[in-house]
Protein backbone atom coordinates (compact mmCIF):
# COMPACT_ATOMS: atom_id res chain seq x y z
CA UNK A 1 0.00 0.00 0.00
CA UNK A 2 1.60 3.54 -0.95
CA UNK A 3 1.38 6.53 1.26
CA UNK A 4 -0.04 9.80 -0.08
CA UNK A 5 3.52 11.35 0.19
CA UNK A 6 5.23 8.24 -1.93
CA UNK A 7 6.96 10.06 -4.75
CA UNK A 8 5.03 7.93 -7.07
CA UNK A 9 1.59 8.99 -5.73
CA UNK A 10 2.51 13.22 -6.02
CA UNK A 11 3.32 12.11 -9.60
CA UNK A 12 0.14 10.32 -10.41
CA UNK A 13 -1.77 13.39 -8.61
CA UNK A 14 0.39 16.48 -10.24
CA UNK A 15 -0.71 14.57 -13.66
CA UNK A 16 -4.30 14.14 -12.33
CA UNK A 17 -4.49 17.55 -11.49
CA UNK A 18 -5.00 18.68 -14.92
CA UNK A 19 -7.45 16.43 -15.61
CA UNK A 20 -10.65 17.73 -16.65
CA UNK A 21 -12.95 15.11 -14.94
CA UNK A 22 -13.15 14.63 -11.30
CA UNK A 23 -10.35 12.04 -10.15
CA UNK A 24 -9.51 10.58 -6.91
CA UNK A 25 -6.17 8.38 -5.67
CA UNK A 26 -7.31 5.44 -3.53
CA UNK A 27 -5.08 2.81 -1.60
CA UNK A 28 -5.89 -0.64 -1.05
CA UNK A 29 -8.00 0.25 2.04
CA UNK A 30 -10.83 2.19 0.75
CA UNK A 31 -8.54 5.73 1.63
CA UNK A 32 -8.42 8.52 -0.30
CA UNK A 33 -4.92 9.66 -0.94
CA UNK A 34 -5.55 12.29 -3.41
CA UNK A 35 -8.27 14.40 -5.06
CA UNK A 36 -8.07 16.52 -7.86
CA UNK A 37 -9.38 20.19 -8.57
CA UNK A 38 -12.07 18.77 -10.56
CA UNK A 39 -13.24 16.52 -8.10
CA UNK A 40 -12.96 19.25 -5.22
CA UNK A 41 -15.09 21.54 -7.25
CA UNK A 42 -17.79 19.33 -8.22
CA UNK A 43 -17.85 16.65 -5.13
CA UNK A 44 -16.68 18.42 -2.25
CA UNK A 45 -15.22 21.46 -1.41
CA UNK A 46 -12.07 23.89 -2.90
CA UNK A 47 -10.97 24.07 0.77
CA UNK A 48 -11.16 20.93 2.24
CA UNK A 49 -10.34 17.95 0.75
CA UNK A 50 -11.17 14.12 1.79
CA UNK A 51 -7.49 12.97 1.86
CA UNK A 52 -7.94 10.21 4.43
CA UNK A 53 -11.39 9.31 4.72
CA UNK A 54 -13.03 6.11 3.44
CA UNK A 55 -14.40 6.57 -0.41
CA UNK A 56 -17.75 4.58 0.37
CA UNK A 57 -18.07 7.16 3.34
CA UNK A 58 -17.91 10.27 1.46
CA UNK A 59 -19.50 9.07 -1.54
CA UNK A 60 -22.40 6.96 0.15
CA UNK A 61 -22.23 8.08 3.79
CA UNK A 62 -22.10 4.05 4.20
CA UNK A 63 -19.86 2.96 7.44
CA UNK A 64 -18.85 -0.46 5.04
CA UNK A 65 -18.09 -0.59 1.49
CA UNK A 66 -19.96 -0.89 -0.82
CA UNK A 67 -20.43 -4.60 -1.63
CA UNK A 68 -21.28 -5.02 1.77
CA UNK A 69 -23.84 -2.47 1.92
CA UNK A 70 -25.33 -4.65 -1.60
CA UNK A 71 -23.71 -2.51 -4.08
CA UNK A 72 -21.15 -3.41 -6.75
CA UNK A 73 -17.99 -2.38 -5.81
CA UNK A 74 -15.65 -1.42 -8.42
CA UNK A 75 -12.61 -1.37 -6.12
CA UNK A 76 -13.20 -4.54 -4.60
CA UNK A 77 -13.85 -6.45 -8.34
CA UNK A 78 -10.50 -4.54 -9.53
CA UNK A 79 -8.52 -5.38 -6.62
CA UNK A 80 -8.86 -9.01 -7.76
CA UNK A 81 -9.01 -8.75 -11.35
CA UNK A 82 -6.03 -6.50 -12.03
CA UNK A 83 -8.48 -4.90 -13.95
CA UNK A 84 -10.03 -1.75 -14.71
CA UNK A 85 -13.70 -1.38 -13.36
CA UNK A 86 -16.92 0.85 -14.50
CA UNK A 87 -20.04 0.83 -12.60
CA UNK A 88 -22.96 3.49 -11.89
CA UNK A 89 -23.17 4.38 -8.68
CA UNK A 90 -25.44 6.83 -6.74
CA UNK A 91 -23.22 9.57 -4.88
CA UNK A 92 -23.82 12.41 -2.38
CA UNK A 93 -22.80 15.38 -3.53
CA UNK A 94 -23.17 19.21 -2.48
CA UNK A 95 -26.52 19.03 -4.64
CA UNK A 96 -28.03 16.09 -3.61
CA UNK A 97 -27.83 12.33 -5.07
CA UNK A 98 -26.86 12.25 -8.38
CA UNK A 99 -25.97 9.30 -10.60
CA UNK A 100 -21.97 8.84 -11.18
CA UNK A 101 -20.21 6.88 -13.73
CA UNK A 102 -17.60 5.75 -12.00
CA UNK A 103 -14.28 4.32 -13.81
CA UNK A 104 -11.68 2.41 -11.44
CA UNK A 105 -7.89 1.29 -12.59
CA UNK A 106 -5.60 -0.29 -10.50
CA UNK A 107 -1.83 0.67 -10.25
CA UNK A 108 0.27 -2.31 -10.20
CA UNK A 109 4.07 -2.42 -8.94
CA UNK A 110 6.80 -4.14 -10.31
CA UNK A 111 5.44 -7.91 -8.92
CA UNK A 112 2.11 -7.21 -10.42
CA UNK A 113 0.64 -6.08 -7.16
CA UNK A 114 -2.17 -3.60 -7.01
CA UNK A 115 -0.91 -0.78 -4.96
CA UNK A 116 -3.52 2.13 -5.65
CA UNK A 117 -6.36 2.88 -7.45
CA UNK A 118 -7.05 6.06 -9.49
CA UNK A 119 -11.08 6.66 -9.94
CA UNK A 120 -12.95 9.14 -12.57
CA UNK A 121 -15.96 9.93 -11.64
CA UNK A 122 -18.19 11.67 -14.50
CA UNK A 123 -22.19 13.14 -13.41
CA UNK A 124 -24.58 11.03 -15.54
CA UNK A 125 -27.11 13.72 -16.70
CA UNK A 126 -29.65 11.96 -18.63
CA UNK A 127 -30.95 10.16 -15.24
CA UNK A 128 -31.64 12.24 -12.03
CA UNK A 129 -32.02 10.74 -8.64
CA UNK A 130 -33.99 13.59 -7.32
CA UNK A 131 -37.15 15.05 -8.20
CA UNK A 132 -37.61 16.67 -11.52
CA UNK A 133 -40.28 18.22 -13.97
CA UNK A 134 -38.95 16.49 -17.01
CA UNK A 135 -36.68 12.98 -18.36
CA UNK A 136 -35.85 10.14 -16.51
CA UNK A 137 -35.84 9.64 -12.40
CA UNK A 138 -35.32 7.21 -9.88
CA UNK A 139 -32.72 5.37 -7.85
CA UNK A 140 -34.16 1.37 -8.23
CA UNK A 141 -31.38 -1.39 -8.61
CA UNK A 142 -33.20 -2.25 -11.88
CA UNK A 143 -32.95 1.38 -13.15
CA UNK A 144 -29.69 2.15 -12.82
CA UNK A 145 -29.40 -1.36 -14.64
CA UNK A 146 -31.16 0.71 -17.19
CA UNK A 147 -29.77 3.72 -16.92
CA UNK A 148 -25.72 2.18 -17.29
CA UNK A 149 -26.76 0.48 -20.49
CA UNK A 150 -27.89 4.16 -21.60
CA UNK A 151 -25.27 5.68 -20.47
CA UNK A 152 -22.94 3.30 -22.80
CA UNK A 153 -24.93 3.40 -25.73
CA UNK A 154 -26.02 6.89 -26.19
CA UNK A 155 -22.24 8.00 -27.14
CA UNK A 156 -22.08 5.46 -30.01
CA UNK A 157 -23.56 5.58 -33.13
CA UNK A 158 -25.19 1.48 -32.58
CA UNK A 159 -28.81 0.73 -33.27
CA UNK A 160 -30.61 0.56 -29.71
CA UNK A 161 -34.00 -1.32 -28.71
CA UNK A 162 -35.32 -0.71 -25.86
CA UNK A 163 -37.37 -3.42 -24.66
CA UNK A 164 -40.40 -2.94 -22.09
CA UNK A 165 -43.96 -3.60 -21.08
CA UNK A 166 -46.39 -0.93 -22.12
CA UNK A 167 -45.68 2.49 -19.65
CA UNK A 168 -42.41 1.93 -18.83
CA UNK A 169 -41.19 5.45 -20.43
CA UNK A 170 -39.81 3.90 -23.80
CA UNK A 171 -39.85 7.05 -25.42
CA UNK A 172 -38.10 9.45 -22.55
CA UNK A 173 -35.33 6.41 -22.58
CA UNK A 174 -35.29 7.42 -26.29
CA UNK A 175 -35.00 10.80 -25.66
CA UNK A 176 -31.91 10.55 -23.34
CA UNK A 177 -30.46 8.33 -25.48
CA UNK A 178 -30.84 11.25 -28.40
CA UNK A 179 -29.37 14.06 -26.01
CA UNK A 180 -26.63 11.55 -25.04
CA UNK A 181 -25.21 11.43 -28.22
CA UNK A 182 -23.31 13.52 -30.81
CA UNK A 183 -26.26 13.80 -33.13
CA UNK A 184 -28.40 16.04 -29.71
CA UNK A 185 -28.19 19.17 -31.53
CA UNK A 186 -30.10 17.37 -34.85
CA UNK A 187 -33.92 16.28 -34.51
CA UNK A 188 -35.44 13.66 -32.83
CA UNK A 189 -38.27 12.33 -34.76
CA UNK A 190 -40.64 9.93 -33.64
CA UNK A 191 -42.44 7.43 -35.71
CA UNK A 192 -45.35 5.46 -33.66
CA UNK A 193 -45.87 2.35 -35.65
CA UNK A 194 -49.24 1.32 -33.90
CA UNK A 195 -52.23 1.42 -36.02
CA UNK A 196 -51.03 2.04 -39.70
CA UNK A 197 -51.52 0.37 -42.59
CA UNK A 198 -49.24 -0.77 -45.23
CA UNK A 199 -49.52 1.90 -47.59
CA UNK A 200 -50.07 4.74 -44.48
CA UNK A 201 -47.31 3.82 -42.89
CA UNK A 202 -45.03 4.17 -46.14
CA UNK A 203 -45.89 7.67 -46.71
CA UNK A 204 -45.29 8.80 -43.37
CA UNK A 205 -42.09 7.03 -43.65
CA UNK A 206 -40.76 7.96 -47.14
CA UNK A 207 -42.57 10.61 -48.07
CA UNK A 208 -44.89 10.82 -51.29
CA UNK A 209 -44.73 12.70 -54.28
CA UNK A 210 -47.35 15.50 -55.26
CA UNK A 211 -50.15 13.27 -57.67
CA UNK A 212 -48.57 9.42 -55.95
CA UNK A 213 -52.25 9.16 -54.91
CA UNK A 214 -55.57 10.70 -54.13
CA UNK A 215 -55.47 13.24 -52.14
CA UNK A 216 -51.88 14.06 -52.55
CA UNK A 217 -51.97 17.57 -53.58
CA UNK A 218 -48.66 18.35 -52.78
CA UNK A 219 -44.94 16.98 -51.92
CA UNK A 220 -44.34 15.99 -48.94
CA UNK A 221 -41.25 15.13 -46.81
CA UNK A 222 -41.21 11.52 -44.94
CA UNK A 223 -40.11 10.77 -41.54
CA UNK A 224 -36.75 9.34 -42.20
CA UNK A 225 -35.63 12.36 -44.14
CA UNK A 226 -36.87 14.71 -41.45
CA UNK A 227 -34.52 12.92 -39.26
CA UNK A 228 -31.14 13.50 -41.21
CA UNK A 229 -28.87 14.67 -38.41
CA UNK A 230 -30.52 13.37 -35.97
CA UNK A 231 -32.47 10.06 -34.26
CA UNK A 232 -35.05 8.21 -35.87
CA UNK A 233 -36.87 6.57 -32.89
CA UNK A 234 -39.55 3.91 -34.08
CA UNK A 235 -41.87 3.02 -31.32
CA UNK A 236 -43.37 -0.21 -31.23
CA UNK A 237 -41.76 -1.45 -34.31
CA UNK A 238 -43.07 -4.70 -33.54
CA UNK A 239 -46.55 -3.20 -35.34
CA UNK A 240 -44.90 -2.67 -38.76
CA UNK A 241 -46.91 -4.68 -40.93
CA UNK A 242 -44.68 -7.53 -42.20
CA UNK A 243 -45.01 -6.49 -45.96
CA UNK A 244 -43.34 -3.35 -45.06
CA UNK A 245 -40.19 -4.74 -42.80
CA UNK A 246 -38.33 -5.48 -46.07
CA UNK A 247 -38.51 -1.79 -47.17
CA UNK A 248 -37.70 -0.67 -43.70
CA UNK A 249 -34.71 -3.34 -43.61
CA UNK A 250 -33.18 -1.51 -46.52
CA UNK A 251 -33.73 1.47 -45.06
CA UNK A 252 -31.96 0.84 -42.13
CA UNK A 253 -28.66 -0.59 -43.70
CA UNK A 254 -28.34 2.00 -46.64
CA UNK A 255 -30.28 4.75 -45.66
CA UNK A 256 -31.63 5.37 -48.76
CA UNK A 257 -35.22 5.25 -49.61
CA UNK A 258 -37.52 6.46 -52.70
CA UNK A 259 -40.90 8.67 -51.43
CA UNK A 260 -43.97 7.12 -53.03
CA UNK A 261 -44.59 7.96 -56.60
CA UNK A 262 -41.11 9.05 -56.91
CA UNK A 263 -38.16 7.36 -59.17
CA UNK A 264 -35.83 9.51 -57.04
CA UNK A 265 -33.79 7.92 -54.58
CA UNK A 266 -33.10 10.05 -50.81
CA UNK A 267 -30.64 9.86 -48.50
CA UNK A 268 -30.67 10.15 -45.05
CA UNK A 269 -28.22 9.99 -42.27
CA UNK A 270 -29.70 9.38 -38.83
CA UNK A 271 -29.15 7.24 -35.81
CA UNK A 272 -31.54 4.30 -35.42
CA UNK A 273 -33.60 3.82 -31.90
CA UNK A 274 -36.46 1.06 -32.02
CA UNK A 275 -38.81 0.09 -29.01
CA UNK A 276 -41.15 -2.60 -28.71
CA UNK A 277 -43.27 -4.72 -25.82
CA UNK A 278 -43.23 -7.46 -27.87
CA UNK A 279 -41.11 -10.40 -27.39
CA UNK A 280 -39.24 -9.96 -31.33
CA UNK A 281 -36.95 -13.01 -30.78
CA UNK A 282 -39.97 -14.88 -30.37
CA UNK A 283 -41.80 -13.32 -33.28
CA UNK A 284 -38.80 -13.98 -35.75
CA UNK A 285 -38.45 -17.88 -35.03
CA UNK A 286 -42.34 -17.93 -35.52
CA UNK A 287 -41.93 -15.88 -39.09
CA UNK A 288 -44.00 -12.89 -37.72
CA UNK A 289 -41.06 -10.38 -37.61
CA UNK A 290 -38.29 -10.73 -40.09
CA UNK A 291 -35.13 -12.27 -38.55
CA UNK A 292 -32.50 -10.35 -40.46
CA UNK A 293 -34.32 -6.66 -39.46
CA UNK A 294 -34.55 -7.79 -35.95
CA UNK A 295 -30.18 -8.49 -35.84
CA UNK A 296 -30.64 -5.38 -37.71
CA UNK A 297 -32.39 -3.39 -34.64
CA UNK A 298 -31.18 -4.96 -31.46
CA UNK A 299 -27.41 -3.39 -32.11
CA UNK A 300 -27.35 -2.81 -28.12
CA UNK A 301 -30.69 -4.35 -26.55
CA UNK A 302 -31.67 -2.28 -23.10
CA UNK A 303 -34.60 -4.07 -20.69
CA UNK A 304 -36.71 -1.22 -19.39
CA UNK A 305 -38.16 -2.43 -15.89
CA UNK A 306 -41.55 -2.51 -14.96
CA UNK A 307 -43.15 -0.51 -11.94
CA UNK A 308 -43.37 -3.85 -10.00
CA UNK A 309 -39.58 -4.30 -10.55
CA UNK A 310 -38.47 -0.37 -8.83
CA UNK A 311 -41.35 -0.02 -6.24
CA UNK A 312 -38.89 1.72 -3.90
CA UNK A 313 -38.95 4.52 -6.75
CA UNK A 314 -42.67 5.07 -6.10
CA UNK A 315 -41.73 8.63 -3.98
CA UNK A 316 -39.58 9.83 -6.43
CA UNK A 317 -41.98 9.18 -9.20
CA UNK A 318 -44.74 10.61 -7.54
CA UNK A 319 -43.37 13.81 -6.35
CA UNK A 320 -42.00 14.03 -10.44
CA UNK A 321 -44.82 13.27 -11.78
CA UNK A 322 -47.49 15.66 -9.62
CA UNK A 323 -44.49 18.53 -10.43
CA UNK A 324 -44.83 17.86 -14.08
CA UNK A 325 -48.72 18.43 -13.45
CA UNK A 326 -49.39 20.80 -11.37
CA UNK A 327 -45.37 23.04 -10.68
CA UNK A 328 -43.92 23.29 -7.65
CA UNK A 329 -47.72 23.72 -5.52
CA UNK A 330 -48.17 20.04 -6.52
CA UNK A 331 -49.65 18.62 -3.72
CA UNK A 332 -48.09 15.57 -2.02
CA UNK A 333 -48.68 11.77 -1.14
CA UNK A 334 -49.33 10.53 2.23
CA UNK A 335 -47.16 7.96 3.55
CA UNK A 336 -50.35 5.84 4.29
CA UNK A 337 -51.52 6.49 0.09
CA UNK A 338 -47.74 5.60 -0.90
CA UNK A 339 -48.30 2.20 0.98
CA UNK A 340 -50.85 1.49 -1.08
CA UNK A 341 -49.72 2.32 -4.25
CA UNK A 342 -46.67 0.12 -3.20
CA UNK A 343 -49.00 -3.33 -3.62
CA UNK A 344 -50.77 -2.22 -6.85
CA UNK A 345 -49.25 -4.35 -9.56
CA UNK A 346 -49.31 -1.69 -11.93
CA UNK A 347 -49.98 -3.30 -15.19
CA UNK A 348 -49.87 0.17 -17.01
CA UNK A 349 -46.40 0.93 -15.46
CA UNK A 350 -45.69 4.84 -15.05
CA UNK A 351 -48.50 5.71 -17.78
CA UNK A 352 -50.85 4.36 -15.08
CA UNK A 353 -48.98 6.07 -12.09
CA UNK A 354 -49.20 9.73 -14.02
CA UNK A 355 -52.91 8.47 -14.12
CA UNK A 356 -53.86 7.87 -10.59
CA UNK A 357 -52.27 10.98 -9.55
CA UNK A 358 -53.79 12.91 -11.98
CA UNK A 359 -56.98 11.86 -10.70
CA UNK A 360 -56.11 12.15 -6.99
CA UNK A 361 -54.87 15.44 -7.11
CA UNK A 362 -58.30 16.34 -8.07
CA UNK A 363 -59.68 15.31 -4.95
CA UNK A 364 -56.46 16.67 -2.79
CA UNK A 365 -58.51 19.83 -1.86
CA UNK A 366 -55.68 20.63 1.22
CA UNK A 367 -52.62 19.31 -0.69
CA UNK A 368 -52.02 15.91 0.24
CA UNK A 369 -53.35 13.17 -1.36
CA UNK A 370 -54.89 10.16 0.98
CA UNK A 371 -55.60 6.27 0.22
CA UNK A 372 -59.28 7.13 -0.18
CA UNK A 373 -58.39 9.46 -3.05
CA UNK A 374 -56.92 6.45 -4.93
CA UNK A 375 -58.97 4.29 -7.27
CA UNK A 376 -61.61 1.42 -5.76
CA UNK A 377 -58.79 -1.36 -7.32
CA UNK A 378 -55.87 0.65 -5.53
CA UNK A 379 -57.79 1.74 -2.27
CA UNK A 380 -58.45 -1.70 -1.18
CA UNK A 381 -54.87 -2.83 -1.79
CA UNK A 382 -53.77 -6.39 -2.17
CA UNK A 383 -54.51 -9.61 -0.35
CA UNK A 384 -53.48 -9.27 3.52
CA UNK A 385 -50.54 -11.73 2.84
CA UNK A 386 -48.81 -9.91 -0.14
CA UNK A 387 -49.31 -7.14 2.11
CA UNK A 388 -47.57 -9.04 5.17
CA UNK A 389 -44.19 -10.34 3.09
CA UNK A 390 -43.90 -7.47 1.40
CA UNK A 391 -43.83 -5.35 4.83
CA UNK A 392 -41.74 -8.05 6.04
CA UNK A 393 -38.88 -7.33 3.40
CA UNK A 394 -39.12 -3.86 3.92
CA UNK A 395 -38.05 -4.36 7.42
CA UNK A 396 -35.79 -6.34 7.04
CA UNK A 397 -33.97 -3.86 4.24
CA UNK A 398 -34.66 -1.27 6.56
CA UNK A 399 -32.57 -3.31 9.56
CA UNK A 400 -29.95 -3.25 6.90
CA UNK A 401 -29.72 -0.23 6.01
CA UNK A 402 -29.36 1.24 9.69
CA UNK A 403 -26.64 -1.36 10.24
CA UNK A 404 -24.97 -0.42 7.11
CA UNK A 405 -25.73 3.41 6.35
CA UNK A 406 -23.75 6.07 8.54
CA UNK A 407 -25.45 9.60 8.91
CA UNK A 408 -28.45 11.13 10.42
CA UNK A 409 -31.83 9.56 10.22
CA UNK A 410 -32.50 12.88 8.10
CA UNK A 411 -30.43 12.02 5.74
CA UNK A 412 -31.05 7.76 5.50
CA UNK A 413 -34.57 8.71 5.49
CA UNK A 414 -33.47 11.08 2.20
CA UNK A 415 -31.05 7.46 1.10
CA UNK A 416 -34.01 5.23 1.10
CA UNK A 417 -36.21 8.10 -0.76
CA UNK A 418 -38.91 7.79 2.10
CA UNK A 419 -40.26 10.72 4.45
CA UNK A 420 -38.64 11.16 8.10
CA UNK A 421 -42.15 10.36 9.23
CA UNK A 422 -42.48 6.98 7.49
CA UNK A 423 -38.68 6.23 8.89
CA UNK A 424 -39.59 6.91 12.16
CA UNK A 425 -42.85 5.00 11.78
CA UNK A 426 -40.61 2.05 10.37
CA UNK A 427 -38.32 2.49 13.17
CA UNK A 428 -40.73 2.16 15.68
CA UNK A 429 -42.55 -1.01 14.14
CA UNK A 430 -39.15 -2.21 14.40
CA UNK A 431 -39.02 -1.66 18.12
CA UNK A 432 -35.71 0.92 17.35
CA UNK A 433 -37.45 4.37 17.92
Do not use: W
Not at 361 to 390: Q, T, W
Amino acid sequence: MLAASHPAILALVSYLEHDVLPSIVLDTDYNILAANAAYRRQFGSEAHAPIGEKCHRVSHHYAVPCDQAGEHCPLRKSLDSKLPERVLHIHHTPRGPEHVDVELRPILDDQGRVVAFVERLTSVTLASAQPKEQGLVGRAPAFKTAVASLQRAAPAQIPVLLQGESGTGKELFARALHLGSPRANGPLVVVDCTGLTESLFESELFGYEKGAFTGATQRKIGLAEAAHGGTLFLDEIGEVPLAMQVKLLRLIESGSFRPVGSTRTVHSDFRLVSATHKPLKEMASAGTFREDLYYRISGFPIRLPSLRERVEDLPLLCESLLQRMAGKQSPKVSSEALERLGLHKFPGNIRELRNILERARLFADDGLIRPEHLPEDVYSVAKASGARSRGISEMADLAHALETFKGSRSDLAEHLGISERTLYRRLKALGLS
